[in-house]
């Protein structure tokens, strides 16, 4: 198993672009998750989803879009990228819900100029 | 809303000193985790603590729930190179449907001295 895995690993934006962060996991795990990690903040989340087809917010939604389509996949969207986004940003799976232990994706480093 | 709190925020240490850090929450939490970041890595789950007062223990390290439900902490005993990254504890935010969000402290930083 490959776990969960995400794409780019890098990426350096200019503001204004718009891009897909990628996330996959192969666990056929129900929740996955989308954080934001900044220089002593924690993680923060952004988006999660409990099933194929359902998602909502998380606590800094603002900018970002997701869907769920299928179990294994959780697209991260950002619309018009600002230097705010400027983060690394992790996308997690578990089993059902928040209750379950996270696996947590490698991370996609993001720079906005 | 519910916020969880870790302190302190970066602990230096020398090698083969211990080393604590704590988490509090507003709010009654279902069940505790922590996880363990190693330096350019992402988090790591170390364990879920789910009973008032619960102790447990994995070598060196030493997790406690408290007994109201609302704070926690990780014990490192005699700390070795390999424990450095950041630790964070996180508790599930419950809602009419569940837990569906896991809200995370600010982690605290360890770096050791050989």
């Known amino acids: 198993n490959a776990g969960v895995t995400q794409t780019p690993k890098f990426q350096v934006l200019k503001t204004g672009q718009s891009m897909t962060l990628q996330c996959a996991q192969d666990?056929?795990?129900?929740?996955m998750s989308w954080y934001r990690q900044d220089p002593g903040m924690g993680l923060r989340l952004i988006h999660y989803s409990v099933g194929a087809g359902i998602t909502d917010q998380g606590e800094v939604p603002n900018g970002y879009n997701v869907s769920r389509s299928t179990t294994e996949d959780f697209p991260l969207r950002l619309l018009s990228a600002a230097p705010s986004q400027t983060s690394v940003y992790f996308c997690?799976?578990?089993?059902?819900?928040?209750?379950?232990?996270?696996?947590f994706g490698p991370g996609t480093r993001l720079t906005v100029l | 809303g519910q916020q969880v709190m870790q302190i302190p925020q970066y602990q230096h240490v020398q090698e083969g000193e211990d080393f604590t850090t704590y988490c509090n929450s507003s709010t009654t939490l279902s069940n505790i985790q922590w996880y363990k970041q190693r330096p350019g890595g992402h988090p790591v789950f170390l364990i879920q603590?789910?009973?008032?007062?619960e102790v447990k223990k994995q070598k060196r390290l030493t997790f406690q729930f408290g007994e109201a439900k609302k704070n926690s902490s990780l014990h490192i005993t005699a700390t070795q190179t390999t424990d450095v990254g950041t630790y964070f504890c996180?508790?599930?935010?419950?809602?009419?449907?569940?837990?569906?969000?896991?809200?995370f402290g600010q982690g605290t930083r360890l770096t050791i001295n050989p």
């Open positions: 603590l789910v009973k008032s007062g």
């Open positions: 997690a799976s578990s089993l059902t819900s928040a209750y379950n232990e996270q696996f």
């Open positions: 996180a508790g599930p935010r419950m809602s009419g449907q569940g837990a569906q969000k896991l809200v």
């Open positions: 666990m056929n795990h129900e929740y």
